[in-house]
T-cell receptor, first 114, second 114 residues
Framework: EAGVTQFPSHSVIEKGQTVTLRCDPI?????LYWYRRVMGKEIKFLLH????????ESGMPNNRFLAERTGGTYSTLKVQPAELEDSGVYFC????????????FGQGTRLTVV | GENVEQHPSTLSVQEGDSAVIKCTYS??????FPWYKQELGKGPQLIID?????GEKKDQRIAVTLNKTAKHFSLHITETQPEDSAVYFC?????????????FGAGTILRVKS
């Protein structure tokens, strides 16, 4: 069974440009989470989908970030326009259902804004 | 909201020695405490977890202890090996609350010297 996969693994963009990150969760997992780790600090929650619905987006930093999960399968996280402080590693995680303890993480996308 | 503090930020041990990483949490409603290991170029992987109705859990060379009264939990790795070198993250979460987001500590870089 394939794990959580994220694309791209690395992205370097200039300030002001747009970047879209993609996450393919484990097949059948209703819950999809986005997290971010900035500059060696803690991994911080961004948002949570249950199927195609946003359950909790309290961690989204500002309106330059837009997450979607059309059809309840893969998800995209768009940053537009990117700023220097958006640099970091973006992780996606999935779990089968609400209340299921373990979350399975992807390998992350390292975003560098220059 | 929940806040998780993790110490130390870096830890160097000699191969064969034990390693201990400690975390404290603030929200008494948290009842699930996983530990993740992140190796270079990979995403965080669950290595052990504990729920609040248990004080200790062990899996081969890895053990986790939980003190609910003091709101702290620790990861213990015995007989460390070079392949234990990685970044370790603790996390906390209230299992039954909607959202189920994890709140992470800042991570500990563990180096096992051979």
């Amino acid at each position: 069974e394939a794990g959580v996969t994220q694309f791209p693994s690395h992205s370097v963009i200039e300030k002001g440009q747009t970047v879209t990150l993609r996450c393919d969760p484990i097949s059948g997992h209703d819950n999809l989470y986005w997290y971010r780790r900035v500059m060696g600090k803690e991994i911080k929650f961004l948002l949570h989908f249950v199927k195609e619905s946003k359950q909790d987006e309290s961690g989204m930093p500002n309106n330059r970030f837009l997450a979607e999960r059309t059809g309840g399968t893969y998800s995209t996280l768009k940053v537009q326009p990117a700023e220097l402080e958006d640099s970091g590693v973006y992780f996606c995680a999935s779990s089968p259902r609400v209340g299921f303890a373990e979350a399975f993480f992807g390998q992350g996308t390292r975003l560098t804004v220059v | 909201g929940e806040n998780v503090e993790q110490h130390p930020s870096t830890l160097s041990v000699q191969e064969g020695d034990s390693a201990v990483i400690k975390c404290t949490y603030s929200d008494s409603a948290s009842n699930y405490f996983p530990w993740y290991k992140q190796e270079l170029g990979k995403g965080p992987q669950l290595i052990i977890d504990i729920r609040s109705n248990v004080g200790e859990k062990k899996d081969q060379r890895i053990a986790v202890t939980l003190n609910k009264t003091a709101k702290h939990f620790s990861l213990h790795i015995t007989e460390t090996q070079p392949e234990d070198s990685a970044v370790y993250f603790c996390a906390a979460r209230p299992l039954l609350r909607s959202g189920n987001k994890l709140v992470f500590g800042a991570g500990t870089i563990l180096r096992v010297k051979s």
